[in-house]
């Protein structure tokens, strides 16, 4: 389906990155949050908070902060779509591939960073962890 030619599907993709970049969806904090956790991408200062509340065993609000490029930014965006309305533990088992493929383009290593910070920082404050398991701090 996604071939070599470029164009199409992904200018598609890179659209609604764009998007969700402009017009980001769930911006903003919570004011009394069951989970908040903040991570940075130190290579290029991309800076992610995400807010969670829950009810019910169910994420029923939830929001991001911070600032970096579009890439980071409306990955945030897509993930606090993706993950209203379900449980914790559905949350947890969204995967980096299910990252890339809410995305949608390719990523070199560099941008990969940039569009795994917030699922990073959701599964960081899911789980209650300060360090990402097998990350090393300067990496």
Same mark, same amino acid.
């Given at each position: 389906?996604?071939?070599?030619?470029?164009?199409?599907?992904?200018?598609?993709?890179?659209?609604?990155?764009?998007?969700?970049?402009?017009?980001?969806?769930?911006?903003?904090?919570? /004011?009394?949050?069951? %989970?908040?956790?903040? +991570?940075?991408?130190? *290579?290029? #200062?991309?800076?992610?908070?995400?807010?969670?509340?829950?009810?019910?065993?169910?994420?029923?609000?939830?929001?991001?902060?911070?600032?970096?490029?579009?890439?980071?930014?409306?990955?945030?965006?897509?993930?606090?779509?993706?993950?209203?309305?379900?449980?914790?533990? /559905?949350?947890?088992? %969204?995967?980096?591939? +299910?990252?890339?493929? *809410?995305? #949608?383009?390719?990523?070199?290593?560099?941008?990969?960073?940039?569009?795994?910070?917030?699922?990073?920082?959701?599964?960081?404050?899911?789980?209650?962890?300060?360090?990402?398991?097998?990350?090393?701090?300067?990496?």
């Amino acid at each position: 389906m996604s071939g070599a030619s470029g164009g199409g599907m992904d200018d598609l993709y890179r659209e609604h990155i764009l998007d969700h970049y402009q017009h980001p969806r769930n911006r903003g904090t919570l /004011e009394r949050p069951y %989970i908040t956790y903040e +991570d940075t991408n130190p *290579l290029c #200062g991309d800076r992610i908070r995400m807010d969670l509340n829950v009810r019910d065993g169910k994420i029923d609000a939830v929001r991001f902060s911070g600032t970096g490029c579009s890439i980071s930014q409306a990955a945030a965006s897509m993930l606090c779509e993706a993950i209203e309305g379900k449980t914790l533990d /559905e949350a947890k088992k %969204i995967s980096r591939d +299910d990252m890339l493929e *809410l995305l #949608g383009i390719e990523l070199g290593p560099v941008r990969l960073k940039c569009g795994l910070l917030a699922l990073k920082t959701l599964k960081a404050g899911a789980y209650g962890m300060t360090q990402w398991p097998g990350e090393d701090e300067d990496a």
